[in-house]
């Protein structure tokens, strides 16, 4: 693989998972990295998956497999992620902000099993076994998905999501 492989999972533009935006499985190529890039007003949760990956914005934070990186774009910034010499998967969400008027800020949590603390009453994270995943929207990340009774067998993220619809939804 060369640069960066990405694929969109989950994307409700009609305002139908509340603050869920949009949800990528992307793949990066040893030192490969999105580019410098601007956001405002969002929160992308990554989940690392394999490999790792190097949050370039402020003093930078250093991300392993099994990590869930938080950034909170708030007011806006530029900043850029980077894989390490193994390459990276990592499955990012994208949700409306919590806060769009507070300063940015980035949170790592690592080595995650179960449920993430995203400090927000809207949205909750679970990564883990399919086999113990809660309800909510679960995304199967198996390569090659191998399905017991329609659930995927290797890990899982799970959303669970106010499900109210922001207002320019109508």
């Known amino acids: 693989m060369t640069g960066l492989a990405g694929r969109t999972l989950l994307e409700p533009g009609d305002g139908s998972l509340g603050p869920l935006l949009r949800v990528t499985d992307d793949r990066l190529a ?22 790792s990956l190097t949050h370039a914005w402020g003093g930078g934070a250093p991300m392993a ?11 806006g910034l530029a900043h850029d992620e980077v894989a390490g010499p193994d390459g990276a998967r990592v499955v990012q969400t994208y949700l409306r902000a919590a806060d769009p008027a507070a300063p940015p800020s980035h949170a790592v949590h690592r080595a995650v099993r ?4 995203l400090d927000r ?18 995304l199967g990340l198996d390569d090659e998905p191998a399905r017991v009774g329609g659930v995927p067998s290797g890990p899982v993220v799970v959303w669970q999501v106010d499900p109210s619809r922001p207002d320019w939804a109508g």
Not at 114 to 117: E, K, L, S, T
Not at 123 to 129: D, M, Q, S
């Open 121 to 138: 009453p809207d949205a909750r994270l679970w990564i883990g076994p399919a086999a113990e995943a809660p309800d909510g929207v679960v």
């Open 65 to 75: 497999a099994g990590d869930v990186g938080v950034l909170r774009a708030g007011t």
């Open 30 to 51: 040893p030192g490969t990295g999105y580019g410098r890039h601007e956001h405002r007003a969002v929160d992308v949760v990554a989940v690392v998956l394999a490999g």
């Open 114 to 117: 179960g449920w993430v603390d």
